[in-house]
């Protein structure tokens, strides 16, 4: 859309908006949008990149202020550093507590899309400049993915994503990210709300069972080999650190998904023998299926 009026403004963001900072799309790349409302949200200074723009905003009731940061990401690596190198400067412009929300066009981690593959140096990049900025990366609570290419068999992935510093947190607390319906785009629209938990990282925590289960040593091997773009020294091994656990968390998510599955059967076939035990004893190989079923529920 190259023209983006008032009417259309408060279509979408609704009837109270009627003041608004737009950068139209410009070929295959998409626009973007920031509005509000004047009456609570004064607009004190702004920053326009080529793939963002940023505005520091100022509460009518308060004195309070933060900076909005809104991104459409470029689809490749080289313009993707100027992004990152883009964001990282308008931050320096105002110390504010930072909001940081957008299509980056990249994903950070293997299990952001419905079809895993490997770490790309864009990837890497994307966590890298998160992690330097010491921003807070907060999951969407009731969707895994904002984007579908829409086909019967469709491709997924979490394109979009809502950054914040701990300033911005401290400011305006127990926040959590919500994805409406998508009812014309092929991205989901994201609301960020309060009243619910604050957000922080879940602790890793290794459970001696996993070691145990067909599976663990390759997603270790798989997940150390792969690359981490051009990360040196500490940030090297920080990074894949973090993507191990990640990569531990799925497995082990799975895994205990098909032990449970395994366990409650094994619990069936064990009362099934008990009962048959009491009413007429067991065959040798019924002794033995016994014993097999009592070795399967002993998984953890």
Same mark, same amino acid.
Request: glycine share 8%.
């Given at each position: 859309?190259?023209?983006?009026?008032?009417?259309?403004?408060?279509?979408?963001?609704?009837?109270?908006?009627?003041?608004?900072?737009?950068?139209?799309?410009?070929?295959?790349?998409?626009?973007?949008?920031?509005?509000?409302?004047?009456?609570?949200?004064?607009?004190?200074?702004?920053?326009?990149?080529?793939?963002? $723009?940023?505005?520091?905003?100022?509460?009518?009731?308060?004195?309070?202020?933060?900076?909005?940061?809104?991104?459409?990401?470029?689809?490749?690596?080289?313009?993707?550093?100027?992004?990152?190198?883009?964001?990282?400067?308008?931050?320096?412009?105002?110390?504010?507590?930072?909001?940081?929300?957008?299509?980056?066009?990249?994903?950070?981690?293997?299990?952001?899309?419905?079809?895993?593959?490997?770490?790309?140096?864009?990837? @890497?990049?994307?966590?890298?400049?998160?992690?330097?900025?010491?921003?807070?990366?907060?999951?969407?609570?009731?969707?895994?993915?904002?984007?579908?290419?829409?086909?019967?068999?469709?491709?997924?992935?979490?394109?979009?994503?809502?950054?914040?510093?701990?300033?911005?947190?401290?400011?305006?607390?127990?926040?959590?990210?919500?994805?409406?319906?998508?009812?014309?785009?092929?991205?989901?629209?994201?609301?960020?709300?309060?009243?619910?938990?604050?957000?922080?990282?879940?602790?890793?925590?290794?459970?001696?069972?996993?070691?145990?289960?067909?599976?663990?040593?390759?997603?270790?091997?798989?997940?150390?080999?792969?690359?981490?773009?051009?990360?040196?020294?500490?940030?090297?091994?920080? $990074?894949?650190?973090?993507?191990?656990?990640?990569?531990?968390?799925?497995?082990?998510?799975?895994?205990?998904?098909?032990?449970?599955?395994?366990?409650?059967?094994?619990?069936?076939?064990?009362?099934?023998?008990?009962?048959?035990?009491?009413?007429?004893?067991?065959?040798?190989?019924?002794?033995?299926?016994?014993?097999?079923?009592?070795? @399967?529920?002993?998984?953890?």
């Amino acid at each position: 859309m190259e023209i983006m009026t008032l009417e259309t403004i408060r279509a979408v963001g609704g009837g109270t908006m009627d003041t608004f900072v737009a950068k139209p799309s410009i070929g295959m790349s998409g626009g973007i949008l920031t509005s509000r409302d004047s009456r609570k949200w004064e607009e004190v200074d702004r920053a326009v990149g080529e793939f963002s $723009f940023s505005v520091l905003l100022e509460c009518q009731q308060s004195e309070g202020k933060w900076v909005s940061s809104n991104v459409y990401g470029p689809h490749e690596d080289g313009p993707r550093e100027r992004l990152w190198e883009e964001m990282s400067a308008s931050r320096t412009m105002w110390n504010s507590p930072w909001l940081v929300v957008g299509d980056f066009n990249v994903t950070r981690f293997p299990e952001d899309h419905n079809r895993p593959g490997q770490i790309t140096p864009g990837m @890497a990049g994307f966590s890298s400049w998160i992690d330097g900025e010491g921003l807070i990366d907060i999951p969407t609570r009731n969707q895994a993915f904002t984007w579908s290419n829409l086909q019967e068999v469709p491709s997924l992935a979490r394109l979009d994503r809502i950054l914040l510093d701990a300033e911005w947190e401290v400011q305006f607390p127990r926040c959590e990210v919500v994805a409406l319906p998508h009812m014309v785009s092929d991205h989901v629209p994201l609301l960020l709300t309060g009243g619910g938990e604050s957000y922080t990282p879940s602790r890793f925590c290794y459970e001696a069972w996993w070691s145990s289960i067909e599976g663990f040593n390759e997603v270790v091997t798989n997940s150390w080999s792969q690359e981490a773009g051009n990360l040196q020294g500490a940030h090297r091994l920080a $990074f894949k650190l973090k993507r191990l656990c990640g990569c531990l968390r799925v497995w082990a998510r799975d895994a205990r998904i098909g032990q449970n599955e395994r366990k409650c059967t094994a619990t069936e076939t064990i009362k099934r023998l008990d009962a048959e035990e009491e009413a007429r004893g067991l065959s040798v190989a019924e002794r033995m299926e016994w014993q097999r079923a009592k070795v @399967a529920g002993r998984w953890n």
